[in-house]
């Protein structure tokens, strides 16, 4: 399987519970490699660009609310299948219907807290990560 790289946010429900090391420990032992990460607290109009492809759905305003209540912790994952890898440790949108041992399971609240975020396609995957590390600093390795 090719080695692709994903973006991942942990969103400000789970920065604000404390388990950023926990969620970080998942991915490390799924065997994928964190080679970029930055904590930030988004404005509005970044959320909004970011999640500019759910403009027209009804919980647009809501999920931009929630992403720029608190801060996120943002980070590059890098391994074998990292984008399918990372929806598989991530669990389904809904964390009542999200597989037992997933992220979403165990950390997450509700469909609109729902822990984290994973790029779900390369293409996606390539415009999410460049539009948070732009240029250097991503550490291939
Ligand atoms: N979302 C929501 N209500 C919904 C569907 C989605 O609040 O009914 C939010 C939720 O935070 C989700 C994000 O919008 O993570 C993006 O939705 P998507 O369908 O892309 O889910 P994901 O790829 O995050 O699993």
Known sequence: MAIERTLSIIKPDAVAKNVIGKIYDRFESAGL?????KMAHLSQSEAEQFYAVHAARPFFKDLVSFMISG???IQVLQGEGA???NRD????????KADAG??????ADSIDAN????SDAPETAAVEIAF??????VFAR
Not at 33 to 37: N, T
Not at 89 to 96: E, F, I, R, S, V
């Open 132 to 137: 948070f590390f732009p240029g250097m600093n």
């Open 102 to 107: 997933t992220i979403r399971a165990d950390f």
């Open 89 to 96: 440790l991530m669990g389904a949108t809904d964390p009542k």
């Open 71 to 73: 801060p996120v912790m």
């Open 83 to 85: 984008i399918a890898k």
């Open 33 to 37: 490699k964190i080679i970029a990460s």
């Open 115 to 118: 822990a984290v975020h994973g």
